[in-house]
């Protein structure tokens, strides 16, 4: 038992309990919480594979920003906001019909292709600088430049519409009516149970 | 120096650009114009072609002088007539496969025409004076001046037409100038329904004359009058063969005329042009439009239901009589249906009492006779009657007006005012109208020297005479029945008998015995005491309405010059007084009909005598009846049989069997047509399909649940199968080469890192590890012999799956045809085997 | 020197473009206005790039004949159309007067195709590569037949749009362009020689009669327009399949792409693939004629259509099935059509001429009662066509014109009196006589034309129709039943016909709101004037019409017949035969095949390789 | 051969954290837990892009290829959230099965 197979073996369990935590957990925190679990399991294993700058991006951005922004939207809507509906006889079985049947699969799948491998395939022996930031960074900024400026708009964007959608209607001019009622932003053709004070259409002759 | 060149005649020009001229003139500037200007125009629109007219017929006349001194010499010479043309313009040119003709809008007059123009453009001018006065307080003056000047340019169109599109154009012409006229007076529906019906019935006509001149488009190559007389000789000998009728549809036991299960070309253009002169001239079929027709203003009845339109058919008769001789059936239908109409239209005049009613009948009748002289081959005689009947029958309608005008003073509603039992006596009060009626009535009686004996008898001669014979038509089974004489004239008799009888009675009914129109006045007492008869003069005015006065001279003149025609016109061709000159006249026109025509002359002798005697049977039988029994006798005789008079006065009800017949089912039919449209063919094509779609789209709809995971589990699915069908791995082997020589060659489908193992040899095991990538095995079979052929497929994942091919030869001394079978088979087999799973 | 000459002329078009966006009234600074300026000469020198400048002058134009007419006929309203999209919203006037002047300047030019003399072969021909890959070409022609149908077009469009402007007043904007773009559209279906050009404009056309039935139609507007563009566009996707598969057995056949209609006409297919792309292509256009299956979208679309788009719906649009019959259908396959001719022509004298007519006669509204009658007049079109001789053809073709003058009068007529009554039930009126005499007249006048009484030219079409059908041999037996069945017609013509004008005109005056009804106006009557000329000129002299179009229906009818010959030669065959090149006048304009040098690139040289 | 150093343990375990987040997609209402498995399996890929990149060392297309999966993965989590916001303010509560009307 090599430091290196302890390692994985600890991730590995790590970012399963992760995982299994957040898929089962009632309240979302606690969802939040393995997701942050899994996400260090990966870093760790990121570390195993040589991919140092990786793993360091993995903490900054997803522990760092991602999880954190996922706690923050939790608090801002209360933790209870994901609570059942009463008495929504919604239909029970759909979610975990297709739960079940994406899990035959997996299993299926899986089993399927490691049935298949006959010689596992050993790891080769990397550069010296295999994973760190000058290579990736080399690598990046030389072979991939596109995809890297694309991403740099793609965020921008991405920014800009979490603002917009964020901020909903606020930004009306002073003299516009309060909204009271949320539900007065939707305009569009309102479902019988959310007809609270919306008047129904005239249907044009 | 000849101003007017025979062939390019532009005097036919004058006569008929002015009363175009004069009907667009009135027509669109008439109300500006005022009364007397719209005068003006109106008679110098007539009087001018009046006069064209009289020019040509002189030219024609030196012209036929001078060939008759030319010929004089030979006895056999027959004068070819004169004929003048005018070329006005191309019209259109028709051209198919079979030949080429250009119609042009062309003019000629010949001996026939020159007299028809005569006779419209003269009669016409006297019908316009009479109107002036008797139109004098219309609202609508110009509007009737226009639309009578249309209708003889219409008219001239007609008879000066060189072929027979031109006449068409004149043929429908005069068709919509009696519509406008005839529904003149539109405020009143029945008046418009009147001319609706007149147009669509002259329309049934047109639809005839069409067909005819497709078909003599199709057999003769031309439409113009030469090219047709060029090339109708072989019309008898062709058949129309447009459908076989089957043997047991022959019906064999009808006569073989009355089947006319061979019609020749013939014998169907003549037919055909038969119904458009039925439709035109009110016979049998298509009569019921004339007597609706008097709801028009009386001048109207008086031109164009007397003297001209109706008189159309018979003049397109006689223009193609050389046609219409070629097809004795046809001859023998037009003769049939005129004696007919004849005795039908006379057996209702008798009971009518609107004086406009009966005369129009008589017209009906008189119409019949003149068919009956054309339908025999007296084609002359025939066109006699036409003349004379245009006279004296316009002079009868006029006087009917002027009767009509002074009653509508007394009364101003129309009907009483036309009813002739409020009539009566009128003697006193109107005597130029009354001489001039009774001359009239005597004339189309039939009485001695006036001209209605002489066209008549001539008619009634020819009826007993002539006989049509086939001249060398092959296919024409029809023969002219030897009783048609006998029979024909019989008919002409009865109807000659019935004609005097009714024109007595309405001449005794109108102007003898008593006025009986005091009364119908509104609120008028009866001046006790004395009698009205003698103190007509002196009396007191009965207390309202204007007592009976006669018609001004505007309207007395036309009687009397039309009344002395209708005397004197008879010596044209009075054949007892041994005058021929009208047949020598229209010799040439007739001359290469007459050929088909026998005539044995003795037989006729003894008919003018026969006819006097039928006319004063007729006159004395009204007068005992009417005038010495004050027509007891006629009332006792309809309340014995009241069904049989109410039947003849609903004239025989043929108007409600055609609306019943005819109408009714054109209605269902239009009501099932739009039925149909709207549910069946929009229905399928349309709604159905709208249905369908709207269908398919509210089964798919159910599929949209609205919830993101429903989604992705769907989803989810999707890409399962997907993959499950690119990881599992397929084998299917496509076998080529051919089987005479037993060499095969097996190839297996490739796929994404397929590997193959082969067991050719059938014995079930595979070479085992060697899974190369060849997908093709080649094999040898001799005959007879099956193998399996085995094959094992390995994909990347390592998957593998084993497929079996049975591969058998047939034995070639199998028999012929069962290799061919097994051919066939054997190669769709052989084109895609689906292995069977081991 | 001549170089900066050069350069200026070069620079013109983008000048006034420039000048005109500088003069638009509706901005007041300067800079607004030169920025608007700049961008309209910016899109002139878009559409100029666009533009395929290499003309490859493949036929010799004649000399006296202005090679670029044609063009201006067919782009000066599409261009029009989109300059009105520019023009102030605000100022009706100016957009009307702008409208009736672009249309006037295109009728002038349609006129000057007159002063030339039709003789044989293409005039006015025009051809330029638009797509070289796929060998299409912008192939513009006019011979003895389209020049009238383009001379019909350009003159309805104005009168129809003249009368619109008078009732219609909401949305003046887009009426100009709807009725521009449609102008041009059919201008471009006139003309057009190259099958995808043809098809092009052939959907163009849908788009604004969609706009005009949607925008200013009646009650159920919407529904009338859809059914009228689903009904058009099915038949037309049977066209565009039968225009590729022909496109790619020519290129099977000569080795390269063309769609050019003198190139795919000598084309032999065997049986059944000449049988379906005939079915194909005669689907499309008897839908739109429309012959009697497929002809219950024209009642609805005319009844919900506004007065204008009755007028051109009925002169013209309908004269594109016939139009397209004749060059296309008998023009490509004649042995299919010489084979159909007979039942074809069973059904349009049963189910156009009768039922059209009996259809007619009970109807309530006159506008469903009038396009029940174009239903029958357009019965004796195809009925002309089927008979395939030159009397039946040409007389199908004056049939054509005159329907569109009499029914587009009649529309027009209808017009006048739901302007002031705003409705269109018989029912509502009766006695009008009185009220509107002038009215009357004209009415009855026009009435007499529709019905075909001699001397108007209702009656020219319709006898030269029998006539030439009595004696074609290509319906054989059927020739005589067919031409009965059609003189059968003319009664029913008039039965409802006048049935209609005596219920609305003549009777008692007995509605009160009928009698305060003013006469036609002077607007309305200059409308129909030209009309209503027209129907005595070429009801007394049709030579006008026909010596014009005499070459070009001799030059079918004898194609057709020589295409039945080789049809019938080719019976027996599985693959299609190209005919040898004629030659003469008829093939001027045939597509050559393309040097290799300038198409490299093009699809069929990989293709082939 | 130890546990770790051979790519299909890695293969296995990414796979497992897959499975995980799929099924936590699609059984879980709460739309937040939705967001949160969608990071688990961008997560799980990474894992794997990054152990093969070790098999074929030769250059780091499989890493920088990581890279740009957190860099979209964090822009989406910010867009979703951002949309389950103006969702929640909308609907009062984050189940995904209330956001259903754009169903007919």
């Known amino acids: 038992m090599t430091p290196g197979s302890a390692l994985f073996i600890v991730s590995a369990v790590l970012c399963l309990a992760g995982a299994v935590t957040t898929v089962v957990s009632r309240s979302p925190v606690r969802a939040a919480m393995g997701l942050l679990g899994t996400i260090l399991g990966i870093a760790l294993l990121f570390l195993k594979l040589r991919a140092e700058f990786l793993s360091a991006i993995q903490l900054i951005v997803y522990a760092g920003a991602v999880v954190v922004l996922f706690v923050f939207v939790i608090m801002l809507l209360g933790t209870d906001a994901g609570s059942e509906p009463e008495s929504e006889a919604r239909s029970k079985i759909a979610p975990p019909l297709a739960g079940g049947m994406f899990l035959a699969f997996a299993t299926a799948l899986f089993g399927l292709l490691g049935g298949a491998i006959k010689t596992p395939t050993a790891f080769t022996v990397p550069s010296p600088d295999h994973g760190t930031i000058e290579a990736v960074g080399t690598e990046m900024f030389q072979n991939t430049l596109v995809p890297f400026e694309l991403t740099t708009a793609l965020l921008i964007v991405a920014v800009v519409g979490a603002i917009a959608v964020g901020r909903g209607r606020q930004g009306q001019k002073p003299n516009q009516r309060v909204i009271k009622n949320p539900q007065d932003f939707y305009v569009g053709p309102v479902m019988e149970r959310d007809n609270v004070s919306q008047p129904e259409p005239k249907e044009s002759v | 120096m000849d101003i007017f060149p025979t062939n390019d005649f532009t005097l036919l020009a004058v006569i008929l650009s002015f009363p175009l001229i004069g009907a667009f003139v009135n027509g669109v500037f008439g109300k500006r114009l005022g009364k007397e200007a719209v005068t003006l125009m109106a008679l110098s629109a007539i009087g001018v072609p009046f006069l064209a007219s009289v020019a040509t017929f002189s030219k024609l006349l030196d012209i036929r002088a001078v060939q008759h001194a030319a010929g004089a010499g030979s006895a056999d010479h027959v004068e070819q007539g004169a004929r003048l043309y005018w070329h006005a313009w191309d019209w259109l040119d028709l051209a198919w496969t079979g030949g080429e003709t250009t119609l042009s809008v062309a003019f000629s007059v010949d001996g026939l025409s020159g007299i028809m123009a005569l006779v419209v453009t003269g009669v016409g001018f006297l019908i316009h004076v009479y109107s002036t006065s008797y139109m004098a307080d219309d609202p609508g003056y110009h509007r009737f001046f226009s639309y009578l000047n249309l209708f003889i340019f219409s008219m001239l169109v007609l008879i000066l037409g060189d072929s027979l599109p031109v006449l068409f154009v004149g043929w429908e012409g005069v068709g919509l100038c009696s519509y406008l006229l005839i529904g003149f007076w539109f405020q009143d529906d029945a008046n418009a329904a009147a001319g609706k019906k007149a147009f669509l019935v002259n329309r049934i006509g047109d639809f005839g004359l069409l067909v005819a001149m497709a078909l003599l488009l199709r057999y003769t190559g031309s439409l113009s009058w030469e090219g047709i007389e060029a090339n109708s000789g072989n019309l008898p000998n062709q058949i129309l063969k447009v459908w076989q009728m089957p043997e047991v549809l022959a019906f064999s036991f009808l006569p073989d005329w009355l089947l006319l299960n061979e019609p020749t070309i013939a014998t169907l253009i003549g037919l055909c042009l038969f119904l458009g002169c039925a439709g035109k001239s009110a016979q049998l079929p298509l009569y019921v439009w004339l007597p609706d027709a008097m709801a028009g203003p009386t001048p109207v009845s008086a031109l164009i239901h007397a003297a001209t339109m109706v008189t159309a058919g018979v003049y397109l008769v006689c223009r193609l009589s050389f046609l219409f001789v070629l097809s004795p059936a046809t001859m023998f239908t037009i003769a049939m249906t005129g004696a007919l109409t004849a005795v039908f239209a006379a057996t209702i005049a008798f009971v009518q009492n609107d004086i406009k009613k009966v005369l129009a009948y008589s017209t009906v009748s008189q119409l019949g006779y003149m068919f009956l002289g054309v339908g025999v081959g007296a084609f002359t005689a025939g066109f006699f009657h036409v003349l004379t009947h245009a006279f004296f029958k316009a002079c009868l309608f006029l006087g009917a007006g002027s009767v009509i005008h002074t009653m509508h003073s007394r009364i101003h509603d129309t009907d009483s005012s036309q009813d002739g039992r409020n009539m009566g006596g009128l003697r006193a009060y109107m005597p130029v109208t009354c001489v001039t009626f009774f001359v009239s009535c005597l004339a189309i009686a039939g009485v001695f020297p006036l001209s209605g004996f002489f066209s008549k008898d001539a008619i009634l001669i020819g009826a007993l005479t002539n006989t049509v014979s086939s001249s060398g038509g092959v296919h024409d089974a029809f023969v002219w029945p030897e009783w048609a004489g006998s029979v024909l004239f019989g008919m002409g008799l009865i109807g000659a008998v019935m004609t005097a009888f009714y024109m007595a009675r309405l001449y005794i009914m109108i102007f003898e015995g008593d006025f009986k129109g005091w009364s119908i006045v509104a609120g008028w007492k009866e001046p006790e005491g004395h009698d009205h008869h003698d103190d007509h003069g002196d009396g007191d005015e009965p207390i309202d309405g204007p007592a009976p006065h006669e018609s001004p001279n505007a309207m007395t003149a036309p009687l009397l010059v039309l009344a002395a025609l209708a005397a004197v016109s008879g010596l044209l061709s009075a054949h007892d007084l041994g005058t021929h000159w009208l047949d020598h006249w229209l010799d040439p026109v007739f001359a290469n009909a007459l050929g088909n025509v026998v005539t044995d002359a003795e037989a006729g002798s003894m008919v003018p005598y026969i006819a006097s005697a039928a006319t004063f049977a007729g006159l004395g039988g009204a007068y005992f009846v009417y005038v010495m029994r004050g027509g007891d006798p006629a009332r006792e005789l309809a309340e014995k049989v009241p069904a049989l008079h109410e039947l003849i006065y609903d004239k025989w009800r043929i108007d409600e069997l055609y609306d019943e017949l005819f109408v009714a089912t054109l209605e269902t039919l239009a009501e099932v047509s739009i039925f149909l449209d709207k549910w069946v063919v929009d229905g399928i094509i349309a709604r159905a399909s709208a249905g369908v779609v709207a269908g398919a789209g509210s089964v798919l709809r159910l599929f949209q649940v609205g919830r993101v995971q429903a989604y992705a589990a769907a989803m989810v699915i999707g890409s399962v199968a997907f993959a499950g069908f690119f990881l599992l791995p397929h084998a299917r082997v496509q076998l080529n080469g051919d089987l005479s020589n037993g060499q095969y060659e097996l190839v297996a489908s490739p796929g994404l890192g397929y590997q193959y193992s082969w067991d050719l040899d059938g014995d079930g095991e595979f070479a085992e590890d060697d899974f190369a990538d060849k997908n093709t095995a080649n094999i040898r079979l001799n005959t007879g012999k099956t193998v399996e052929v085995g094959l094992k497929v390995r994909n990347a994942f390592g998957l593998i799956r084993t497929v079996t091919i049975p591969l058998t030869r047939p034995d070639p001394s199998a028999d012929e045809t069962e290799t061919a079978g097994v051919q066939g088979r054997a190669t769709g087999q052989l084109a895609d085997i689906e292995g069977r799973q081991r | 020197m001549n170089a900066l000459r050069d350069a200026g002329i070069e620079m013109i078009p983008y000048l006034i473009a420039f000048v005109v966006g500088y003069l638009m009234p509706w901005r007041k600074e300067w800079f607004e206005r030169f920025a608007v300026g700049s961008v309209a000469a910016l899109s002139v020198a878009f559409v100029l790039g666009l533009w395929p400048d290499k003309a490859v002058e493949v036929a010799e134009t004649r000399p006296e004949e202005w090679g670029h007419l044609l063009n201006l006929i067919v782009f000066l309203p599409l261009i029009a159309a989109i300059a009105v999209v520019f023009l102030p919203r605000q100022s009706p006037k100016l957009l009307k007067q702008f409208t009736m002047v672009v249309l006037g300047v295109d009728f002038l030019a349609s006129l000057a195709l007159l002063g030339v003399p039709m003789s044989e072969g293409w005039h006015f021909q025009y051809v330029t590569e638009w797509v070289p890959s796929l060998g299409i070409r912008y192939h513009v022609a006019i011979d003895g037949i389209s020049v009238w149908l383009v001379l019909l077009s350009t003159l309805s469009t104005p009168i129809a749009l003249h009368v619109s402007f008078g009732s219609i007043k909401k949305r003046t904007k887009e009426l100009c362009f709807a009725f521009l773009m449609l102008h041009g559209a059919m201008m471009g279906a006139f003309v057009s020689l190259d099958l995808f050009l043809f098809f092009v404009f052939w959907e163009l056309m849908l788009v604004p009669m969609i706009l005009i039935i949607g925008i200013w139609g009646g009650v159920e507007k919407i529904k009338a327009s859809y059914k009228f563009f689903l009904y058009t566009m099915a038949g037309s996707m049977m066209m565009l399949a039968a225009i590729l598969y022909m496109a790619w057995v020519f290129h099977s056949i000569e080795g390269y792409w063309t769609f050019d209609y003198l190139a795919l006409k000598r084309l032999v297919l065997p049986e059944d693939a000449a049988f379906w792309c005939f079915a194909g292509f005669a689907l499309a256009f008897l839908i739109k004629v429309p012959m009697f299956p497929f002809h219950t979208w024209l009642p609805d679309a005319h009844v919900q259509a506004p007065t204008g788009g009755s007028i051109i719906l009925a002169a013209v649009l309908l004269k594109l099935g016939t139009y397209g019959y004749i060059r296309f259908c008998m023009g490509m396959f004649e042995g299919p059509a010489w084979e159909a001719s007979a039942t074809l022509a069973g059904v349009a004298v049963a189910g156009g001429i009768f039922y059209g007519a009996l259809c007619a006669w009970k109807q309530s509204d006159i506008k469903r009662l009038v396009a029940y009658s174009s239903v029958a007049h357009l019965g004796f079109v195809m009925l002309g066509l089927f008979s395939g001789t030159h009397a039946g053809v040409s007389g199908a073709i004056v049939q054509m014109i005159n329907h569109g003058i009499s029914t587009g009068a009649l529309f027009l007529l209808v017009g006048v009196i739901y302007d002031r009554r705003h409705t269109r039930q018989i029912a509502d009126f009766g006695g009008l006589a009185k009220v509107m005499p002038v009215y009357t007249a004209l009415f009855v006048l026009v009435t007499m034309a529709s019905v075909g009484v001699p001397g108007t030219n209702g009656f020219v079409g319709e006898f030269m129709v029998i006539m030439g059908t009595m004696v074609s041999d290509s319906l054989g037996r059927h020739a005589t039943p067919a031409a009965v069945g059609a003189s059968f017609g003319v009664i029913l013509a008039a039965l409802y016909m006048l049935s209609m004008v005596q219920r609305v005109f003549f009777g008692p005056l007995n509605n009160p709101k009928n009698e305060k009804l003013t006469d036609i106006n002077s607007r309305e009557l200059v409308a129909v004037a030209p009309l209503v000329a027209l129907i005595f000129v070429f009801g007394l002299f049709p030579n006008i019409l026909l010596s014009r179009m005499n070459d070009s229906v001799g030059a079918t009818v004898r194609h057709l017949a020589e295409g039945r010959i080789a049809y019938e030669a080719h019976a027996g065959a599985t693959t299609a035969k190209l005919r040898p090149k004629r030659g003469g006048p008829w093939e001027a304009g045939h597509p050559s095949p393309p040097q290799v040098a300038d198409v490299a690139v093009a699809l069929n040289a990989g293709a082939d390789k | ?104």
């Open chain 4, 1 to 104: 051969m130890l546990p770790g150093s051979v790519v299909e343990h890695y293969l296995a375990l990414s796979g497992a954290i897959f499975t995980l987040g799929a099924m936590g997609f699609l059984m879980r209402r709460n739309v937040l837990i939705q967001l949160m498995s969608i990071e688990l399996m961008l997560n799980a890929v990474n894992l794997l892009l990054v152990s093969y990149n070790r098999v074929h060392a030769g250059n780091m297309t499989g890493q920088v290829f990581a890279f740009f999966v957190i860099a979209v993965a964090a822009a989406e989590a910010a867009v979703g959230l951002a949309i389950v916001l103006s969702y929640f303010r909308i609907r009062g509560t984050v189940q995904s099965d209330e956001a259903d009307s754009l169903r007919h």
